[in-house]
């Protein structure tokens, strides 16, 4: 039995905590980041959803790549724009 669709299946699942974070960086972040953080979000559910059969365990790469760049940007808007709660 197959199960090529697993892989990918596990990318987007891991996806919607992702969008939980980006929402909840509102609290610490200004408005327009959050409309950012959430078309970067869109951006990789499409990119997932075109690589489900093509690249199926590069799917597993985007959550990780969207929680890094997640810390990242908050980590410097906290370091150098003084973004606090």
Known sequence: MRLRWLPPSIGIACLLPLLYFYIASGLVSPGWAVVTFLVLWVVL?????AW???????????????????????????????WTP
């Open 52 to 82: 489900f059969k093509r690249r199926p365990y590069a799917v597993l790469a985007l959550p990780v790549a969207g929680f890094a760049v997640w810390f990242l940007a908050l980590w410097a808007g906290g370091t150098f724009l003084g």
């Open 45 to 49: 559910l499409a990119l997932a959803i």
